[in-house]
């Protein structure tokens, strides 16, 4: 009988997988809404009030985005002032949604990726993850690997897609 030879393991592929970069830590969204006058009106006294009495400490090691969900014009000093009390505590704060918090979240930590063991390999950046990876990752991993690597397809080792080869 053959033995089974694993050609994927033996071979100079790598596999990038961005969930294995996620950062554990609860996202939450901090929405204003509550803190203005009928949900439209900011007034700026009874605003700083709530933002003086508010217990900051419960968002010590979370990621955080400050929207507001009612249909208010809130001035931007709003939503810096609630931004600045969350510093001291939250791993990362954005204006913003969600997704903007996860992209911004994956913008910085690819960044500072060392990627010098994808040098002049073919790549696979896997593509099903149980955790919110946004689609703008994707595009900052590609910028920073495509200068250095062989070729970049996206799936799985049974089924790439090929999305980039160096032209020899």
């Avoid at 954005?94 to 992209?103: F, K, N, P, R």
Wanted: proline share 5%; charged share 25%.
């Amino acid at each position: 009988m053959e033995e089974i030879i694993n050609r994927v393991a033996n071979s100079p592929l790598k596999t990038f997988d961005l969930e294995e970069i996620y950062p554990e830590g609860k996202r939450v969204v901090f929405d204003v809404k509550d803190w203005l006058f009928e949900e439209i009106i900011l007034k700026e006294k009874d605003f700083r009030e709530s933002v003086s009495n508010h217990d900051w400490t419960q968002y010590k090691n979370c990621f955080v985005a400050v929207s507001c969900s009612a249909d208010a014009i809130i001035p931007s000093w709003a939503l810096m002032l609630v931004a600045s009390e969350l510093t001291p505590f939250a791993n990362k704060v954005v204006i913003g949604d969600l997704e903007l918090l996860e992209t911004v979240i994956y913008q910085e930590l690819i960044s500072f990726l060392d990627v010098k063991d994808f040098a002049n390999k073919p790549v696979i950046i896997k593509g099903c993850a149980n955790k919110p990876i946004p689609n703008s990752a994707f595009a900052f991993l590609i910028a920073k690997l495509q200068p250095i690597v062989k070729s970049i397809m996206f799936g799985e080792a049974c089924s790439t897609v090929p999305l980039f080869k160096l032209k020899k």
